[in-house]
Structure formats: C-alpha cells, structure tokens
C-alpha cells in the first residue's frame, strides 16, 4: 500500500474538491427580472399595503411555505435576525431563561441576550448533538420562558417531546432550523414542530440567497409578531390595535427584492439539493461503518437527516491515536477535516465576564447561573475528543470523490500503527 502522505506517499485525494455552488442561469435570470422593474425593495415601515414587502418576496414566502409546510413562512435579512425576532415574538424579557445547547452556532445563544433574557446551557445527547429533553426538564425555572432547539448537522433535536414539554409548562419552543432543511421527525418536517422554525439562506446552507433567513410558524399571533419585530413595528400597532405591545420595538430585518428572488430559484432546487447530500453521506456512512472507533452519524429511528456537516465520533481508546494525529493524517491525504465543531459556546468571554449589553451587565450579572468548566460534560467532551467533521456543505461532492475520501479514511486508520510513535 501506498506510504501515508504525511510520510511523503501520494494523497488519496490530490487535486482540490469543487466548491459548493447552487447557482447558475436560473438565478441570474431572476435577478435579471428584478433589476429590470426597478423595485429593489417594496418594504414600507408603516401600515399599508407595501408593510409586507414587493412582489418577489411576497411569492417567496407563499412558496416558502408550501415547501415547509407551514402556515405562515416570513422572510428576513439572516436566520440570526431570526432568532432574534423569534425571541422578541415569544415575549422573553429581562431575566427570562432561554435553555440552548452548548455546540451550536453562536446566535443561538445569542438570541436572548438581545432582549436582557438568560441563555441556559443545557447539554447534549452523546450520539446526535442536539439538546437532551430529559436535561432540559430538569433545568427548568419558573423563570424559563423559552426553549431553542437546534437541529445540529442536519438531525432533528427531540422535537415532539420537547413540545410536548413546552406545551405542558407554557413556554415557546423555537427551532433553530439553519442546519436541517427539509429534515423530518416521524414525517413531520423540522421547523414546524416547535412554535417558530428558523431557516438561514446564508451562503454556507443547503440552499441559499447570499444572505437570508426565513421564520415559520402555524401560529397567527406569533406570525404578526414576527412581522412587526422585522418592520418597525412601533409604527403599525396602533392601525392594527395591537394589544400586547411586549418587545414589539421593530428593527429592519427585510429581505431585498433580489434575494427574494434568487430563493424563488433554490427553492425548486431544494429537494434536489437536499437529496443529493443526504445520498452522499449515506455513501460515505456506509463505505465507513466497519471501522472500531469510528463512528458515523446516528439517524435516530424515524427521522430524517439531512447532513449539514458529516460528523463521525472518535474514539482515542479503540483506535490506539489520539485525534489530532489522525486527523492531520486524513488532511495530508487530502480530506479536509475538522476537530471537533465549535467550542461549548459558554466559553466565550462573553459568558465568562457576564457582561453582554451595556457594562453593568443588567440582567446579565442578576444571574445566579453561571458558565463553569464543565457545565455540559458530554459537549465538552464531544469537542474537546470526539467530534470529527467534514463540511460537506462547501464542496460539490462527486460519487468519486465520495469514494476518495472513504478511501482516505481507510488508508490512515490502516496505517494508524505507523503513526502512534509520533509527537501529538
Ligand atoms: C448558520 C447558522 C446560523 C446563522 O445563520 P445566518 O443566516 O448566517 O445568520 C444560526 N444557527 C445555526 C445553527 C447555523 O448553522
């Protein structure tokens, strides 16, 4: 067999992988379409017709919504403006707790801070990286307001028992949808199981509008609350005899007309693209199943994953290398991996000096919670040992090159023995 390439053989994968790219004539075409009207934006920040927004974005949401299987889907400027008005719309306020998962993007645990809420960390389940409900049972206060779920890597998060816990103590169940479009639970699409979905459009996703997001909801109250958090909201609550008026301060979070667009197209792409990733990883699941040490993703049974990233988890104790070396190997051959995802996000200093918005901290500093080492043990160690990605999202990945890097895998964990007398 051929020396590892970090020893100076020849890569499994020698030429660079092409990016991900979703867009071609279609999209130029409707921007085309766009430019061509002159109407760039058709928001007005007052109560008129144009409150929701031009044409484009108005047949955007329509078909937004078919697809997602949603009552009402709203466009908006990212998935973080999502979050935000998400959390905004669920009437979290100062000294609310939101529980999130430690590993995540970090607008997750973002969101509440905007509104002087909590974020509560609460730890994950070891095989499919989303929130544990049994631990988010046990986190609750008479505080907690609000639960963000997110759908790590493309797997749905206990989304039906997390309502049904939500329902059962009168708290809004948001899902942080960005990564698992089109993914479902017992056939029930993510993002329409929890009381607000949140899509992200951002160029890294599935598909895409350079920039976006997109809210979803079955619910009318919490659909109008969105929109007037989205539009300067301040100015129609009163033509639209508003009663509630907690958090309903609107920002600008709209959608151009262009983006609007452009998401026309990747949506009649959408189940195409998705299907082609999921295929993919099934590819690479199975060309690597066999390995002790190894594992590849976990579908918990009836669910769809829909593979943001392909994770596998490693473990030093069985294949005899700590991680870094086998992952610097599978980089020397080409597959471009990572070690672990993001650090538990409760490490920032922005959780570790408490202060968020303004320097007093307020309600930050109020908090009796606090952000130790150790607070969610299973994420720590899932990033700090086990966690071994690959963005599949930022390559367009042939049949072959699926192959390759199955290939490269192999060959590194076949000549582990070589690589155990090395420095880490
Ligand atoms: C990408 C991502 C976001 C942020 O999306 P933007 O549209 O870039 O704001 C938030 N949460 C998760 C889980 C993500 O993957």
């Known amino acids: 067999m051929e020396d590892l390439a970090l020893f100076g053989g020849k890569p499994v994968i020698d030429y660079a992988l092409a990016r991900y790219r979703t867009v071609g004539p279609e999209e130029r075409a409707a921007v085309d379409r766009v430019l061509a009207s002159g109407v760039l934006s058709g928001f007005v920040g007052a109560w008129c ?97 609000a639960i963000i779920a997110v759908n790590l890597f493309g797997h749905p998060a206990a989304l039906h028992e997390l309502r049904q816990l939500a329902d059962e103590k009168g708290l809004i169940l948001i899902e942080d949808n960005a990564q698992a479009p089109l993914a479902n639970d017992q056939g029930i699409l993510t ?152 650090a538990p996000l409760y490490w920032l200093p922005l959780f570790q000096q408490r202060i968020a918005i303004g320097s007093g901290g307020y309600p930050f500093n109020l908090s009796q919670r606090r952000y130790e080492q150790g607070l969610c043990p299973v994420a720590e160690r899932l990033h700090r040992k086990e966690l071994v990605e690959f963005h599949i999202c930022s390559y367009d990945v042939t049949d072959a090159d699926a192959d390759r890097l199955i290939a490269a895998v192999r060959k590194v964990y076949a000549n582990r023995h070589r690589l155990v007398a090395l420095p880490g």
Not at 84 to 109: H, K, N, Q, R, Y
Not at 239 to 244: M, R
Request: net charge negative; charged share 20%.
């Open 191 to 342: 993002g329409s199981i929890g009381h607000i979905g949140v899509y992200s459009l951002n160029y890294h996703k599935h598909f895409h509008t350079g920039e976006g997001g997109i809210c979803t909801t079955n619910d009318d109250d919490l659909a109008l609350r969105l929109q007037i958090i989205r539009n300067h909201g301040e100015n129609v609550v009163e033509p639209l005899a508003v009663g509630n008026l907690t958090n309903l301060v609107g920002f600008n979070y709209r959608m151009t007309e262009m983006s609007a667009a452009v998401g026309r197209e990747q949506l009649k792409k959408a189940a195409g693209l998705v299907d082609r990733r999921e295929y993919l990883a099934n590819r690479m699941t199975a060309g690597l199943s066999d390995l002790p040490g190894l594992t590849p993703p976990k579908v918990r049974d009836g669910c769809r994953h829909v593979y943001y990233v392909w994770v596998m988890r490693y473990d030093e104790s069985i294949v005899g290398i700590p991680r870094e070396l086998f992952c610097k190997a599978l980089g020397a051959e080409g597959f471009p991996v990572n070690e672990g995802y993001v």
């Open 49 to 145: 017709d144009h409150f929701h927004g031009g044409p484009e974005i108005r047949s955007f949401e329509a078909e937004c919504a078919t697809l997602l299987g949603v009552r009402h889907a709203l466009t908006v400027n990212s998935n973080t403006s999502g979050l935000f008005a998400a959390i905004g719309a669920a009437g979290v306020g100062p000294g609310d707790e939101v529980i999130v998962p430690p590993l995540t993007m970090s607008a997750t645990a973002m969101a509440p801070l905007i509104y002087g809420g909590i974020p509560v960390f609460v730890d994950i389940e070891p095989d499919t990286f989303c929130l544990d409900p049994q631990k988010v049972r046990e986190a609750l206060t008479p505080r907690t307001r």
